[in-house]
């Protein structure tokens, strides 16, 4: 088997004016990934996604990567992400290179997964898992005027026994938001916040300390990504653990994070991290130092489905017949028909938990006169 051609294909879905939603940065209509098709002399295609736009990948790809792949046996996956950062060099670390990467990585593991009959979560060296625990990611801020209980209310409603919510815009709305939430999760629900990067040291310590007796199992992107002082300052500051990891890029970055103790969960993104090479190589450096790892997902359903693969095979280190922390799957709860449509079928998270798909590769099967609806370039 090789490749004989790589496509990439931007797709998005704009919400309506008035219902726009995101977190304590502002305001987003958009929902916009890039989808690679890889395709093989076989016949087999495979799927992966760049978390980024499509006007920035499909030059990144036909400049860095095209010539490499093309013509390339899928079996060798796993060199692409050494070679993104050697040649060409310096470029590796860059956002839209490791999302190029990601995209087409993932895909090669689709294709690998088809090839030898198995799921990429087994050839990743995960033991067999059927399930997953998902939680809801839930209570974004929104443009049009919205009781702040009702997406808690719909997640509970769902089955969720774990949310996260966003907070971030001060110390006051953080604990009214916590605590609406805490209130209607109940007591023995897991409860994350996420505040995108929007506080100074001072000001995610002063909300930690805040929130703190609402039993919060982690607080997200507390600071900017590259403010890793910070991170520091706050970690010094606070016993709420923290967790990073969406807008960190490759293995080199994410030592960093973990070598520094700087979180205490790691949060890869499998759309832009380098794919599930970059990922399992993560997931590696992160265990040896013994830090959780919870991947972040914001991404379509293939970006989804990569990301429960890769999360089933995450050991559960230093964890044996008791698993107190089990693994977690976000799963956002927005409106996204990237997420809910392109898929034949889609991933249901009613009840708490989502399924593994146990078929070759992604597990998945791409509708794609869906794709074709909501594709950005036609």
Sequence with gaps: MHVTDIEVIPISHRLPDGQGLGDARGFGHDRATTLIRVDTDTGEVGWGEAFAPGSVIAPVVDEFFRDDVVGMDPFDVRRLAEESY??????????FVQSALSGIDVALWDLVGKATGKPVHRLLG???RETLTAYASTMYFTEAD???AAPIRDAVDEGF????????????????????ARQLLGDDARLMVDINGNYRPRQAIRTAKAIEEFDITWMEEPVPPENLSGYREVKRGVDVPLAAGEA?????????????????????NLGRCGGLSEASRI????STENVAVRPHVWNSAVGL?????????????????HVPDPMLVEFDRSENPLRDEILKSPFDPTGGEVDVPQAPGLGVEIDEDAVERYRADN
């Design 248 to 268: 960190h890029y490759g293995r080199f970055e994410f030592k960093r994070l973990v070598d520094d103790r700087t979180v205490d969960v790691a949060q890869p």
């Design 161 to 180: 026994s774990a949310a996260k919510i966003k907070i971030g815009t001060g110390t006051d709305s953080d604990v009214e938001r916590v605590r609406t």
């Design 283 to 286: 997931a590696d450096l992160a």
């Design 86 to 95: 050697t040649d060409p060099y310096h470029f590796g670390g860059s956002v």
């Design 126 to 128: 995960g033991t067999p």
């Design 146 to 148: 919205r009781d702040i």
């Design 305 to 321: 489905a990569a990301a429960v693969q890769f999360a089933a095979s995450v050991s559960d280190y230093p964890h044996t017949r």
